[in-house]
C-alpha cells in the first residue's frame, strides 16, 4: 500500500512539475480571453494570487498560474496599484512588466481657458466622469477655497483651466482640488498676494472679453478705469452668467436677460459681479494684476474679423467705433451687423 501511495504521489508531482513546465514555456505566448476591453483595477496591499486569480477571471491572462510563474521569474518588481486598461493580446509576462512599470490608466481630460463651471461639469460627464449636476452641486460649494479667497460665492475662477490625466473613478470633489490646488500654484507663480477674489474675478471678465493676447491687459484697463469712474461695466458675458445661474440662458441675449436684476448682471449694477464668471488663464490672471496705464473707457470689435477691438477714451470716439464696425460688418455680410462688446446692445425683445 506504502508502494501504491508514494507512486501516486510521485504521479501528482510529476503531472504538477509538467503543468508548471508548460505553463512557463507558455509565458511568452500572448493571450486574450475577453472581447472588446477590460479595466483591472489593482488595489492597494493585493497579494500576488489574489491579483492572478482576478487577471484570470478578467480574462487577461490564462490561469492564475500563468501570472504566478511570471511573478517567480521577477520577486523583486515593485507592482503599483491603479486601474489598468488591457485590449490586446498579451503575454502574462508583458502584463507583469506593465503593472511593474506602473503604466495606468489615465483619461485626459482638458479644460479649455475661460470655461465656466457648468461647461466643465459638461465636459467631465462628456469624458465619462460622471454625472455633470454631481460636479456643478461640488463647485457651487466654496469650501474648498475659503482659506484663499474669503469672498468666493463658488470654486468659479479657481478651477484651473488646464489637461489633467484623471482615473476614471476620480469624483467631482477630487477633480476640484485638484484644480484648485494648480490655481493657487499659478497664483503664486505670477506673484499674487492677498485676497485674490477682485482680481480674479476681474481676470474672468478679461478672459471672456478677448482672446487676443496682447489686448488682455489693455481690456483689464478699461474695466479698471470704468469701476474707478463709476462708470457701470455693461460686459455682456457677466448677463450670460447671470442668465445661466437663474436658469435661463438660452443661447442669446434677450432685453430680458440685460433688464433681469440679477447681481452678476454688469447693466443693471455698478462694480464688479459678486465672483468670477468663469476660470481665467495665466495671462488673464496676470492682466488683471498687471493692467496697462491706458485711458480708454470703452472697446469695440474690429470690422476685419481678427478678434481684435479699438479701444476708444471718450464715449463720443467710441460711438464712432462702433458706427464703423457696423457699417463695415453690414457690408462684408450684406444685412446689418449685430451689436457688439463695449456698447449696450440692441437685443431681441422677449
Not at 481684435?308 to 464696425?325: C, D, K, N, P
Amino acid at each position: 500500500m506504502r508502494q501504491i501511495g508514494r507512486t501516486i504521489w510521485m504521479a501528482g508531482v510529476v503531472i504538477v512539475a509538467a503543468g508548471a513546465t508548460f505553463a512557463y514555456l507558455d509565458l511568452g505566448r500572448p493571450y486574450k480571453g475577453f472581447s472588446g476591453e477590460v479595466f483591472y483595477d489593482l488595489k492597494r496591499g493585493t497579494s500576488t494570487m489574489e491579483m492572478a486569480r482576478e487577471l484570470a477571471a478578467l480574462g487577461v491572462v490564462r490561469t492564475p498560474w500563468h501570472f504566478a510563474l511570471a511573478r517567480l521569474g521577477r520577486p523583486k518588481a515593485a507592482l503599483q496599484a491603479g486601474e489598468y486598461r488591457f485590449e490586446d493580446p498579451a503575454s502574462p509576462t508583458d502584463v507583469l512588466g506593465r503593472i511593474a512599470r506602473g503604466e495606468v490608466y489615465y483619461v485626459e481630460l482638458t479644460i479649455p481657458e475661460g470655461s465656466n463651471l457648468f461647461e466643465i461639469a459638461g465636459i467631465m460627464q462628456k469624458a465619462g466622469l460622471g454625472k455633470a449636476s454631481e460636479f456643478r452641486r461640488t463647485a457651487l460649494d466654496a469650501e474648498m477655497i475659503r482659506d484663499f479667497a474669503p469672498a468666493a460665492p463658488s470654486l468659479e475662477g479657481y478651477l484651473y483651466p488646464s489637461t489633467y490625466q484623471v482615473s476614471r473613478r476620480i469624483q467631482p470633489f477630487e477633480l476640484c482640488q485638484r484644480m484648485t490646488a494648480e490655481f493657487r500654484k499659478v497664483w503664486k507663480e505670477l506673484g499674487g498676494t492677498g485676497d485674490p477674489h477682485e482680481a480674479v474675478t476681474l481676470a474672468s471678465l478679461v478672459e471672456k472679453e478677448t482672446g487676443v493676447p496682447s489686448e488682455r491687459a489693455r481690456v483689464a484697463a478699461v474695466f479698471k478705469n470704468r469701476l474707478e469712474a463709476g462708470i457701470k461695466l455693461d460686459c455682456d458675458p457677466t448677463v450670460i452668467y447671470a442668465a445661466l445661474l437663474a436658469r435661463r440662458w438660452r443661447g442669446t441675449i434677450y432685453r430680458s436677460d440685460l433688464d433681469r436684476r440679477h447681481p452678476y448682471n454688469t447693466y443693471q449694477f455698478y462694480g464688479l459681479p459678486p465672483g468670477p464668471i468663469a476660470n481665467p488663464g495665466k495671462e488673464s490672471l496676470k492682466a488683471a494684476l498687471n493692467p496697462d496705464r491706458i485711458k480708454a473707457m470703452y472697446f469695440v470689435a474690429k470690422p476685419d474679423g481678427s478678434g481684435g477691438h479699438i479701444f476708444s477714451q471718450t464715449l463720443a470716439a467710441h460711438e464712432r467705433a462702433v458706427a464703423s464696425y457696423r457699417r463695415e460688418t453690414a457690408l462684408q455680410r450684406g444685412r446689418a451687423a449685430p451689436d457688439v462688446a463695449g456698447a449696450a446692445p440692441a437685443a431681441p425683445d422677449n
